[in-house]
């Protein structure tokens, strides 16, 4: 018996056609591409919403990084609270370095709060020991 040759298929996928018009979509190809962008909606909706992106929303994330490594607020992956002075450390350095390289760029608000929750932090590093 004599082998059968397998052939190849081919599709076409330009948006034009030979006389340069237009193709019409298949039906198919438009479900594919507007079911993924129903996805990212869907998971934009259960998470919650994120705070507004400026100097002092970040100094009260590293903040909170603080307090974290403090032992006081639990870790939100596990729900442990463990303390690592060394970390708590390294937070405080980095709102001190930021307080330094920012100085005289900021206004009077965020400077009194950069100063206060370092003074806050330090007073609890202290405390810690």
């Not at 370095?97 to 005289?104: D, H, N, R, S, V």
């Not at 760029?105 to 709060?113: D, G, I, P, T, W």
């Amino acid at each position: 018996m004599p082998e059968e040759e397998k052939g190849f298929v081919i599709k076409d996928r330009r948006a034009f056609d030979d006389k340069g018009e237009p193709k019409e979509k298949d039906s198919t190809e438009e479900k594919v591409k507007e079911e993924p962008k129903e996805e990212p909606q869907k998971k934009e909706a259960e998470t919650p919403p994120l705070p507004e992106v400026n100097f002092s929303s970040l100094i009260l994330s590293l903040s909170s990084t603080a307090f974290l490594h403090f032992g006081e607020i639990p870790d939100p992956g596990t729900g442990e609270k463990r303390k690592d002075l060394a970390l708590a450390k390294h937070a405080i350095d980095t709102i001190a370095m930021l307080k330094e390289k920012t100085e005289g760029n900021l206004s009077e608000e965020e400077k009194q709060f950069i100063e206060n929750i370092l003074t806050d932090l330090r007073w609890h590093f202290v405390k810690a020991k």
